[in-house]
């Protein structure tokens, strides 16, 4: 009956050593801890602005249209024989000033107008002349009748500049910058020989 005794026991064992390993296979493991950051972001950007940097420095530097037809003439006649094909604004410290090319015989003269159009603060030679002072030649409409007839189309428009060109086809233009109250730019573009607008 030994021999019973022990198989018994073998056999209480291996239920045991079962029983164990039962119960551990059927305990779920363990999960494994993962740390999860969360980024968040604010936008710091700036909202966008309802204008254009540049077109709310054309308006700061825009100038009345009465002024700058003053300062058209004033350049004119600042230089014998004087015509002028360059009318631009600019800020010297906290005062409006023109700035107006000026060509006469094939020369170049800078001429500096105060805000009003009337006073003329400095004349300058300039020693390499223009290219398009030869845009010049037999045209039929002025830098001031330009003007005006741009003004007249966008009533209650400031001046920013005015230029002599030439566009895609040729044709010899006078360009003309004005400003209306919303801070927008229009850009003219007038036949240098007839006072057509052929722009906007």
Avoid at 30 to 59: C, H, I, N, R
Wanted: proline share 4%.
């Amino acid at each position: 009956m030994r021999f019973a005794r022990t198989t018994a026991a073998t056999a209480a064992a291996g239920l045991a050593a079962f029983t164990v390993a039962a119960c551990s296979s059927d305990e779920p493991a363990s999960p494994e801890l993962t740390e999860t950051t969360v980024s968040t972001s604010v936008s710091t950007a700036p909202a966008s602005p309802t204008s254009t940097t540049a077109d709310s420095e054309a308006a700061s530097e825009a100038a009345a249209i009465e002024s700058a037809l003053n300062a058209l003439g004033t350049a004119a006649g600042a230089v014998p024989g004087g015509q002028v094909f360059d009318l631009e604004t600019e800020r010297a410290g906290d005062q409006l000033q023109f700035e107006a090319k000026v060509a006469a015989d094939g020369a170049e003269t800078t001429v500096i107008i105060d805000e009003t159009g009337h006073t003329v603060i400095s004349q300058q030679p300039v020693d390499k002349p223009d290219d398009d002072i030869a845009k010049l030649d037999g045209i039929t409409v002025t830098a001031e009748q330009a003007l005006q007839t741009a003004a007249d189309d966008l009533e209650g428009a400031l001046f920013n500049e005015l230029e002599i060109d030439t566009n895609a086809d040729g044709a010899v233009i006078w360009e003309v910058e004005l400003v209306d109250a919303d801070a927008a730019k229009t850009e003219y573009a007038i036949d240098a020989h007839t006072g057509e607008i052929l722009s906007p």
